[in-house]
């Protein structure tokens, strides 16, 4: 086994941990374990497969954080993809030392802390045309051509290239908890074509130069982002629900932005509006539990005997008390009535 290229186990329906033997294969290229049922952290041992070019995870039950040594070792690696696990910490920084990456994915996590600013000075993506770009198959030292069926999940849609190595360059960090502002060096990334960075927490300003970008797919939604859409660039060309779920203003969205270029606040007739809304609300609130209320109040009236005849007794005891009144009060107005 010490000779193997590529070992892959997709959707096989495993369970457990992966096996710390793995680590043995110290020719292996590519691993696949996409789509699974493994658990607990990626064993230290793949460390040693430092001659491998992809790393596909995605899909299983993997906790614990993204080991630091996944940069310090795997320093081949065009392709990490962690996606939809259970990893939780921060990106480690040593993530930027992968030279060759060109596919990162991490969506679907639990990782908090800020976007790493490395990203620009490392990657592959930034300094030159990825191996393999538009240049056909990307041949390897075994003689063997690898292929990469790499999933970029935009908006909840899963669009799967089938192609080379090396044609797909993208990021996405998408539906974890990460916060700061995007990091204005993401724009020097020249050869990235993809970017999804929805649901998360970041704030601040969309950087003027994501813009210069030849980007085919963004998504920045459901952040806290705020202020106009850099206008004149490539951003105005997506639609609006690469945006939407955000305080942003400008096209490709309907909101106007302020005189200062930041969204504008609420406005007296919005707040008019929302209150109405809410009284709308409300109704149906009353109603709803008008309606149980009554239900439980009034339906065992119907079913329970005792209760229905006490009911009874109730109303007919409060009627004499109701005649027992009026009486007084017509005699003490007027004595020819109680004549």
Not at 124 to 138: E, Q, V
Request: aromatic share 10%.
């Amino acid at each position: 086994m010490a000779n193997v290229g590529s070992l892959k186990f997709r959707k096989q329906h495993l369970t457990g941990k992966i096996l710390r033997s793995l680590g043995s294969l110290s020719y292996i290229m590519s691993l696949n374990l996409h789509s699974n049922n493994l658990f607990g952290q990626v064993p230290s041992t793949l460390q040693h497969l430092v001659g491998m070019r992809i790393l596909d995870l995605s899909k299983n039950q993997l906790t614990g954080s993204i080991s630091a040594w996944i940069g310090d070792k795997l320093s081949n690696l065009e392709v990490l993809n962690l996606r939809s696990n259970h990893f939780q910490a921060y990106i480690p920084d040593q993530i930027c030392a992968l030279k060759s990456l060109h596919f990162l994915d991490l969506g679907y996590n639990n990782i908090s802390g800020a976007i790493p600013k490395c990203f620009s000075n490392q990657s592959d993506i930034a300094t030159k045309r990825p191996s393999g770009f538009m240049d056909g198959p990307l041949e390897f030292g075994l003689g063997l051509t690898l292929y990469l069926r790499a999933l970029l999940v935009m908006r909840g849609r899963e669009d799967e290239y089938s192609t080379t190595l090396g044609l797909v360059t993208g990021i996405d960090l998408s539906v974890n908890s990460l916060s700061g502002e995007i990091p204005k060096e993401l724009g020097n990334l020249k050869w990235l074509r993809s970017l999804n960075l929805s649901g998360n927490l970041l704030t601040g300003q969309i950087p003027e130069n994501i813009g210069n970008l030849e980007l085919e797919s963004l998504d920045l939604s459901m952040n806290r982002l705020h202020g106009q859409i850099p206008s004149g660039t490539q951003l105005q060309s997506f639609d609006r629900f690469s945006y939407i779920g955000n305080h942003l203003c400008g096209p490709p969205i309907t909101k106007n932005c302020g005189r200062n270029g930041e969204t504008p606040e609420i406005t007296n007739g919005d707040s008019s509006e929302g209150r109405h809304r809410s009284e709308v609300n409300w109704l149906y609130v009353s109603i709803v539990v008008g309606f149980f209320m009554g239900f439980w109040v009034v339906a065992p009236l119907f079913v329970i005997r005792s209760w229905r005849l006490a009911y009874y007794k109730k109303l007919e005891h409060i009627g004499d008390k109701l005649n027992v009144f009026w009486a007084y009060v017509i005699c003490t107005g007027s004595s020819f009535w109680c004549v």
